[in-house]
């Protein structure tokens, strides 16, 4: 029995060489080759391990047994967690690379690309597509303040997931999809604004950038996906507009820091434990008239007991009668009269909505909602 289960834990890591063959490069660097369909894939020797180091610059083609074959694409996890590894230049006849393929290289500041590449390109040592219409990678090395060039329309798949060091990165008004886990454990970013036009925000897109402090989300974006936010330990701010109708599960869950969150009238479903580990919150407005059920974990314990749910004008009611929300134990109304206002001035430019929820432009005149409070302009 032992045995078995000796040799099923050793398939499930992987075999013990996993690749066919290997190569010394011109540099005197070895590179480990898989033979996929008559053509030579890049891999790792073994998986999580210190394959490669320094600078690697992969060759066009490589001879084995006498055979000669071209390297047409680098594969799943190739150079996954390589953290001594500085820069990747890759040839003119790579036209695929796998997923997480520089995921956890944290000295990696530079891919490279052949110019006669019909596939791939790089930009100040980021890779792009070809077209330049996607943004590939963006090594884990790189640091401070990154800008997306315009004409960028997609962000891929974990095109920034690591980048520890990246502080700031501006994504331009040409992006139209971002996606899954792309910024996810960039924990040295502090503040993202998404543009309009961006309709979803996918997948632990931004899970665990525990620096983040503010999130705004333009007018346009009508999805927060599942876990979009989790563990966002540090967000205090995160500005919601009218066009968003959904929230999924986990999509702000444990953003211990949030202390006020404002749901738009447009919201038609919120996922389970979307605010689960809120620990912070004290107010939740919401501006749904058309009102349907939460789960029981979309809102932790204490939120139910500690924090006021302010619903619209006559629907306490409804609120008090429908699953979960009737687990808050303090619900208000929101009166069309101030209670409570802080004054800001006509001329200031903030992002703001009505009282049905809908994202207003400045300025605008009477009773709005600032970061989840009732402000009076005059």
Not at 87 to 114: D, K
Not at 125 to 147: A, H, Q, R
Not at 267 to 287: P, Q
Not at 288 to 298: E, N, Q, V, W
Request: contains cysteine.
């Amino acid at each position: 029995m032992l045995t078995l289960v000796a040799i099923f834990l050793f398939a499930a890591v992987g075999k013990a060489e996993a690749y066919d063959f290997s190569a010394e490069n011109d540099d005197g660097v070895t590179i480990y080759y898989n033979i996929v369909d008559g053509n030579a894939e890049v891999t790792y020797k073994y998986r999580f391990s210190q394959n490669y180091s320094g600078e690697v610059s992969i060759p066009s083609s490589v001879t084995y047994k006498g055979a000669t074959y071209s390297i047409t694409s680098i594969g799943d996890y190739a150079f996954q967690f390589c953290s001594n590894l500085t820069s990747v230049t890759i040839p003119s006849s790579v036209t695929s690379i796998g997923n997480q393929t520089f995921v956890g290289c944290s000295s990696l500041t530079s891919i490279n690309v052949a110019s006669s590449n019909k596939a791939y390109c790089s930009q100040d040592g980021v890779l792009f597509s070809k077209d330049k219409t996607t943004i590939v990678c963006c090594p884990n090395g790189k640091t401070g303040i990154y800008t997306i060039p315009e004409g960028v329309t997609s962000i891929g798949e974990a095109a920034f997931v690591g980048c520890h060091s990246l502080t700031s990165v501006t994504i331009p008004n040409s992006v139209m999809s971002i996606g899954k886990e792309a910024f996810s454990g960039c924990n040295g970013l502090s503040t993202v604004c998404i543009p309009s036009s961006v309709t979803i925000i996918g997948t632990r897109t931004f899970f665990e950038c525990s620096s983040l402090t503010s999130v705004t989300i333009s007018e346009g974006v009508t999805s927060i996906g599942d876990m979009a936010f989790q563990s966002c330990s540090s967000l205090t701010s995160v500005t919601i507009p009218g066009s968003v109708t959904s929230f999924g599960d986990y999509a702000f869950a444990s953003c211990s820091s949030l202390t006020s969150v404002t749901i738009p009238g447009s919201v038609t479903s919120i996922g389970s434990s979307a605010f689960e580990g809120c620990s912070s919150l004290t107010s939740v407005y919401s501006y749904i008239t058309d009102l349907f059920f939460i789960y029981k974990y979309t809102f932790s314990s204490e939120t139910y007991s500690d924090a006021i749910l302010y619903v619209p004008k006559g629907m306490k009611e409804t609120y008090a009668s429908t699953d979960y929300w009737n687990n808050f134990t303090k619900i208000e109304e929101m009166s069309d009269a101030p209670t409570s206002i802080s004054s800001a001035e006509t001329q200031t430019e903030t992002k703001a909505y009505n009282l049905r929820g809908i994202q207003v432009k400045s300025p605008q005149r009477g009773i709005v909602i600032k970061d989840g409070k009732k402000v009076l302009r005059k």
